[in-house]
């Protein structure tokens, strides 16, 4: 059997994750909701499946995966979080480890998240650590999570002291992005995912960023470059993932925007009315290119020209956007303090020498971080 549902106006793309002993295959394309029952079939034959989703994803789309896996004569149960940043936590993870249990699925039966990154990062961290580590599917429901989250294995939770600070590597064997569930997406949602769409062009590929500029438009709009774009985002992640499984080095780069955006999303505690991951990256990688000219190591001009593609679609890039009360510098300054990069309590963060040019800085100076924010927050 093939991966083309017979519905499907074009086959889905397909990226290689090609990690020794662990390679994976990441489906990309419109109509994979209805075709997961005969993929998943001939894919994973014999496992049972226990479904994470959270209750938006469950009220818009999970009549229709439910079908195609009954068709397929899949075997599963279904386990609902509440929807949002919030839902990373211990007391869902026990919910969700505790449902998985009640349905006796055994090791070689499999977890499917299917959600955005916040179901994804969390059904992934049951999936590692119940009975030792069970099968993983990933059905990545949003924008952010169809490029970034559902790639290259990190799972995990927050705790108040920060983000993601519990959790472990844990690789799906399949990921299936339906790019047609993104229509029911909220553009504030869409733009948020778009930000780490930005992310890897302002990594290491100047043409791509270059190539976003001139096809923001019809990416929103959602033409053919959707697809484009989030295949060309998960090429570049699985290279990144695969020289650097475990962020022993140069996966790092992946943090580019996020030693800034998670302390700012602890500073919120993780309130999606204020802010969401993808916004929080958004301010993050502007603060990193303003960081970086400020040193002196890149053109000013680009800093500018990111800010102004990201304003462009819609995405916050300054403190002074995150509604409610203003964020105080120690409390970033303690966020920072907790980020997974320190070393001997020495601060790491991604900087750039201009668009795709990013690098990693160990022993940044923590007094010029604090100068830094003392003036982003007055300006
Ligand atoms: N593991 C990784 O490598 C990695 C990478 C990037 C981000 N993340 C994590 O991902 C999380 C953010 O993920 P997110 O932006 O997907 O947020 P999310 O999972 O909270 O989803 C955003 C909102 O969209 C809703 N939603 C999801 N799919 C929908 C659809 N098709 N139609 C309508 N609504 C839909 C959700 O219910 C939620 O309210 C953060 O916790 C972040 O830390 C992890
Ligand atoms: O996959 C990675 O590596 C990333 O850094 C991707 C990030 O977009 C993502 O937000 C990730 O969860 C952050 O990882 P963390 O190790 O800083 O928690
Ligand atoms: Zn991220």
Same mark, same amino acid.
């Given at each position: ?39 998943? +079939? ?15 994803? +469950? ?54 998240? %299917? ?22 599917? =990933? ?130 505690? %993780? ?11 958004? !301010? ?16 000013? =001009? ?9 304003? +462009? ?11 409610? +009360?203003? !964020? ?9 303090? =907790? ?28 007094? =010029? ?11």
């Amino acid at each position: 059997m093939s991966d083309i549902d017979p519905g499907q106006a074009r086959p889905p793309r397909r990226v290689r994750v090609d990690l020794p002993g662990r390679a994976y295959d990441i489906l990309i394309g419109a109509g994979l909701v209805d075709a997961a029952g005969s993929i998943l +079939a001939e894919r994973l034959p014999d496992a049972r499946l226990a479904i994470v989703t959270d209750e938006t994803v +469950a009220a818009l789309h999970l009549d229709r995966l439910t079908a195609s896996l009954d068709a397929a004569g899949i075997a599963h149960a279904v386990v609902t979080v509440p929807p949002g940043e919030t839902s990373k936590s211990f007391r869902q993870l026990e919910h969700v480890v505790d449902a998985i249990l009640a349905g006796r699925f055994e090791r070689g039966d499999a977890v499917l998240a %299917f959600g955005g990154g916040v179901v994804g990062d969390l059904a992934g961290f049951a999936a590692a650590i119940v009975r030792r580590g069970m099968r993983f599917v =990933q059905m990545p429901t949003t924008l952010l999570a169809q490029v970034d989250s559902s790639v290259g294995g990190k799972t995990g939770i927050n705790s108040p002291r920060g983000k993601n600070l519990v959790g472990a590597f844990h690789q799906p064997d399949l990921v299936l992005a339906d790019t047609s569930v993104l229509d029911t997406l909220v553009p504030r949602e869409f733009a948020a995912g778009y930000a780490e769409v930005v992310k890897y062009g302002l990594i290491d590929r100047p043409e791509f960023f270059d190539w976003l500029e001139w096809k923001r438009a019809p990416i929103f709009a959602g033409g053919p470059e959707r697809a484009e774009a989030i295949a060309a985002s998960c090429e570049a992640k699985a290279a990144v993932v695969i020289a650097d499984e475990r962020e022993a080095g140069e996966r790092a780069l992946l943090n580019l925007g996020h030693t800034f955006g998670h302390a700012i999303e602890a500073a919120v505690a %993780f309130d999606p009315a204020r802010l969401v991951h993808g916004e929080a990256v958004s !301010i993050g990688m502007a603060q990193a290119h303003r960081f970086s000219a400020r040193l002196g190591l890149c053109p000013g =001009q680009d800093a500018t020209r990111v800010e102004a593609h990201l304003k +462009a679609a819609g995405l916050p890039t300054r403190l002074s956007e995150v509604p409610g +009360a203003a !964020i105080a510098r120690e409390v970033l300054m303690a966020g920072i303090a =907790q980020d997974k990069k320190v070393k001997r309590g020495r601060l790491t963060f991604i900087l750039t020498r201009g668009i795709g040019r990013s690098f990693i800085a160990a022993d940044v100076d923590a007094a =010029q971080i604090d100068e830094f924010l003392a003036e982003e927050l007055a300006g």
